[in-house]
């Protein structure tokens, strides 16, 4: 293995090494995942492609991060390029989307974070563009100790923002290792070419290396222990990177190891595939049917044909006793639930039943009431791990008669939650139509909307991508698989497309547990669609198979009584699920389930769609064009090799087999450097100490020439020789047939690799740039003695001359 190429792999290692720093950021290593991985080992691909090609050192890196970046787009929005490889309009909507997600999740979570799409970007893309950096510094400029301080960013960051937790000295460990043996590389070949310089002799140049390990060594075991010593004496200078061992450690989070927080516009993905079911609240009511007591966080208003997202709030402060909400005439009965919320959940949103009429908590300073949503957050960083608080709801107690006796939604709820995107393909209002067939009013087809999702052919299915855009909604209908976030989404979309005022919810359903005690957990994250009814408000409804609990007014039997009843009929309870999965799912109760099986979704992933076609945008036109002058750009040196060669043996008047009685001196030395250049391209270099008869020689020798090829060679070399040294010559008329039989032979000996190299990425070529700095260097020269005759005629007649 040459030393270019383990300095490569030694600098794809350091970055690994010292991205496991990261590892305490998040819940899992995400840093190091499979995505990074691919990352770090394509920057160094893309590195050793680039330097074996004849290209100027400037352009390796540039070239070398757009391989980087369009690697990086490749794994993560490949679903909106065009036809799955070429990045367009769409593909950079995607990651701009991915990259403002990421830094909502990055104000959003507290450490550790879940590893979402948006942080994922962040991280990895961060990760790939040190793995470039590493690599340049290291390889392409041959500086690996300046190499260190990308690595040292890396290293800083997963220490600065963990707070020093507990094991970062053990990153520090891998980090400090995988650069010395960064260092440890590069002064190897430093000293082994040093010692044939000086003619030393391999013992002294190993006693050297030695000696440098040691050095090395010792400074990392003094970094490592150094700190520890000095705090056991010194309690004052802190621990350095044995702080927190075993403890909480400091950061912005609890200190909880597994805190989880709330975000509203992101995927909680992280939070509902974990492969714990981790418990984030309790709660205790005097509601009479508690499985019907949804904890609600915020509403989704806003659909702007990219996602369903937070629209205008009106932020107050938070009173003791609220105002009666949206659209409700009168308030109905009056439910308190007493929450406490868990040490591991980290929420800037309070979960509370809706419509909620009070609030008591320990002190409202740091909250805000949102009159619209109907939502209470908090401002000023206010901690909510282990809060314990109580809030009072309504009970609106409607039944089908009501709803459907509603009047139309004033002009205001009309105008905010009717607006639906340009964008929204047609079968989204053609299905909703088509379902609602036959349905008068606004209730009936709602309740024909939920009826549709519950008890048609629909999966509920976690994997899928949490996508809500109309392209996302449009392939929810076509393959009726998904979760609660596709559900709701596109409950509410069908709704607006009918006329019936809509939003997303987003909070948890009721958890298990009777009255008195009743435990929710990560898995009961979820999401509804609610919709509006003059003089009642906004109205649960519940698409969403298997999950949650239908409201009871559009079950047949509750809806005929005006008042609902404490527990559902046993004839409704085959039609309605209940709080919990059934056992018959794979979200029974049998501790060998998964809870990722059974885990929902609470929050909307920002997708971005396009309609216009690409070919109609012009930054996939300038996309295009950057593809085309990459492969040109790759493309160069084949065709300037084959352009020589067809110039240098081609049949007229310039070729070695023109007509004639005797060639050209040029033309004979055309035919030898072609041969020569034959032989660079399939890995046999020339040397210009030897004859040409001994280079022919050498040539027929190393590439077992047969004979027929090696006496074309030896015709070739000793027409260039009398060239070179005769004072007449008389070369054979027919040269070029001879350096065609002697490459023929060369392509014959040589393998199928070096053949292909030959062919695409000849070495020869290196000739060019040669020849294009020797005429820029020409031209600098021309160009200053100009310059220099310009300045004296121009300064000429201004001089004094010196008296006699």
């Not at 909250?367 to 309504?394: C, H, I, M, P, Q």
């Not at 008669?401 to 209002?429: C, H, K, T």
């Not at 409950?491 to 009743?518: C, E, Y």
Request: proline share 7%; with cysteine; glycine share 8%.
């Amino acid at each position: 293995m040459t030393t270019r190429a383990k300095l490569t792999l030694c600098a794809a290692l350091a970055t690994a090494l010292a991205a496991l720093s990261l590892s305490p950021l998040f819940k899992d290593s995400f840093a190091l995942s499979p995505h990074g991985l691919l990352m770090i080992a394509a920057a160094a691909a893309a590195g050793a492609g680039l330097r074996a090609l004849p290209l100027p050192r400037p352009l390796v890196l540039p070239l070398q991060l757009l391989v980087v970046l369009y690697v990086l787009m490749l794994t993560t929005v490949q679903s909106s390029m065009y036809l799955g490889v070429l990045p367009g309009p769409g593909a950079l909507d995607a990651v701009s989307s991915l990259l403002a997600e990421g830094g909502n999740d990055i104000q959003e979570y507290a450490i550790p974070a879940p590893t979402t799409d948006g942080l994922g970007l962040i991280v990895v893309g961060s990760v790939s563009l040190v793995a470039v950096l590493v690599d340049a510094l290291a390889v392409t400029y041959r500086r690996a100790a300046a190499a260190g301080l990308p690595l040292l960013a890396l290293y800083s960051v997963g220490c600065g923002l963990a707070g020093s937790p507990g094991g970062m000295w053990l990153w520090f460990l891998f980090a400090a290792a995988g650069y010395l043996g960064l260092l440890y590389t590069e002064g190897q070949d430093r000293l082994t070419r040093w010692g044939r310089v000086f003619h030393g002799t391999g013992r002294s140049a190993v006693a050297l290396s030695n000696g440098g390990r040691r050095v090395g060594l010792i400074a990392l075991a003094t970094a490592v222990v150094l700190p520890a010593v000095l705090s056991t004496l010194l309690p004052s200078t802190g621990s350095g990177l044995f702080g927190g061992f075993g403890g909480s450690g400091g950061g912005t989070g609890s200190g909880a190891g597994d805190e989880r927080s709330l975000n509203l516009v992101v995927a909680l993905t992280a939070n509902l595939r974990a492969n714990d079911d981790t418990e984030l609240l309790r709660f205790s009511t005097n509601a009479t049917d508690v499985d019907q007591l949804y904890l609600r966080v915020a509403a989704l208003s806003e659909f702007d044909g990219s996602e369903w997202k937070v629209g205008q709030q009106s932020s107050e402060s938070l009173p003791t006793t609220l105002p009666l909400p949206e659209g409700m005439a009168a308030g109905g009965n009056s439910v308190q639930t007493n929450i406490k919320l868990s040490e591991k959940l980290g929420t800037t949103w309070l979960p509370m039943p809706y419509p909620v009429s009070w609030v008591e908590m320990p002190s409202t300073a740091n909250w805000r009431f949102d009159r619209t949503n109907r939502t209470v957050n908090a401002v000023n960083g206010e901690k909510t791990n282990g809060l314990s608080y109580a809030v009072g709801s309504f009970t609106v107690n409607a039944d089908a008669a009501q709803l459907r006796a509603a009047d139309p939604a004033p002009e205001d709820i009309a105008r905010r939650y009717l607006a639906l995107p340009n964008n929204l393909p047609a079968v989204v209002g053609d299905t909703a139509r088509k379902i609602t067939q036959g349905a008068s009013n606004p209730y009936d087809q709602a309740v024909a909307l939920q009826q549709y999702f519950t008890k048609g052919d629909f999966t509920y299915n976690t994997k899928i991508e949490p996508r809500t855009g109309p392209d996302a909604i449009a392939k929810f209908l076509q393959d009726k698989e998904g979760f609660c976030v596709h559900f709701a989404a596109t409950m509410a979309a069908m709704s607006r497309s009918l006329g019936i005022p809509s939003r997303v919810a987003i909070g948890f359903t009721p958890g298990t547990g009777d009255s008195s005690n009743r435990i929710v957990r990560s898995s009961n994250y979820h999401a509804w669609p609610e919709l509006y009814f003059s003089g009642l408000g906004w109205m649960r409804f519940e698409p969403t198979p298997n999950r949650g609990a239908v409201p009871l007014y559009t079950v047949p039997q509750a809806a005929k009584s005006a008042q609902p009843s404490t527990q559902p009929s046993a004839s409704s309870s085959a039609e309605q699920p209940t709080a919990g999965p059934s056992s018959s799912s794979a979200c029974g109760t049998s501790p060998k389930h998964r809870p990722e099986d059974c885990a929902d979704e609470a929050a909307i992933i920002q997708h971005r769609s396009t309609v216009t076609p690409w070919w109609q945008t012009w930054p996939a036109m300038l996309v295009a064009a950057g593809l085309v002058l990459l492969l040109a750009l790759l493309a160069t040196p084949m065709l300037l090799r084959n352009r020589l060669r067809r110039r240098r043996l081609g049949v007229g008047r310039h070729g070695p087999d023109a007509a004639g009685p005797r060639l050209t001196d040029e033309q004979v030395l055309a035919a030898w450097a072609e041969l020569v250049d034959s032989a660079w391209d399939l890995g046999l270099p020339p040397d210009e100490a030897r004859t040409p008869r001994n280079a022919a020689r050498r040539l027929a020798e190393d590439a077992h020439l047969a004979p027929a090829a090696a006496e074309a060679a030896g015709r070739v070399a000793l027409a260039t020789e009398r060239v070179m040294y005769a004072r007449e010559s008389d070369p054979p008329a027919r040269l070029g047939t001879d350096v065609r039989t002697a490459r023929e032979g060369l392509l014959l000996q040589a393998t199928r690799g070096r053949r292909l190299r030959a062919l695409l990425l000849p070495a020869s070529t290196v000739r060019f740039w040669w020849r294009t700095q020797d005429r820029i260097t020409a031209l600098r020269e021309r160009t200053a003695d100009r310059s220099a005759k310009l300045r004296e005629a121009v300064t000429r007649p201004f001089r004094r001359t010196p008296k006699d």
